[in-house]
């Protein structure tokens, strides 16, 4: 299994951005998809995540209201529309899958991620 992450690039504050993330070679009928970020000199961490069924979504509070987590499972695809971008959401940005028998659940914790995509650099200048 393969994740391609894509879309990321430099931005001014208050600029949107989506990011891509392209799945191959999947086995798995069902996979919850997530984004997580690694700013420099810290700790990856959660941004987002969503069931296999798109019905059930999750965010870290510092992106709520501004970013939205979607996918289109023809595609093999998930995506992560920015908007209102701050300095503070620049990092790299990966995108990961965890095979589910479970359509409808989400998934928070990197443990829980079986794939894992590159990632794609976001910066956000003031």
């Known amino acids: 299994v393969q994740l391609q992450a894509s879309g990321g690039g430099l931005v001014q504050a208050g600029d949107s951005l989506r990011l891509s993330c392209a799945t191959s070679?999947?086995?798995?009928?069902?996979?919850?998809m997530g984004w997580f970020r690694q700013a420099p000199g810290k700790e990856r961490e959660f941004v987002a995540a969503?069931?296999?069924?798109?019905?059930?979504?999750y965010y870290t509070n510092s992106v709520k209201g501004r970013f939205t987590i979607s996918r289109d499972n023809a595609k093999s695809a998930q995506y992560l529309q920015m908007n209102s971008l701050r300095p503070e959401d620049t990092a790299v940005y990966y995108c990961?899958?965890?095979?589910?028998?479970?359509?409808?659940?989400?998934?928070?914790?990197?443990?829980?991620?079986?794939?894992w995509g590159q990632g794609t650099k976001l910066t956000v200048s003031s």
């Open positions: 990961a899958s965890k095979d589910t028998k479970n359509h409808a659940r989400y998934y928070v914790a990197a443990s829980q991620y079986d794939y």
């Open positions: 070679g999947r086995t798995s009928s069902m996979y919850a």
């Open positions: 969503i069931s296999w069924n798109g019905d059930n979504v």
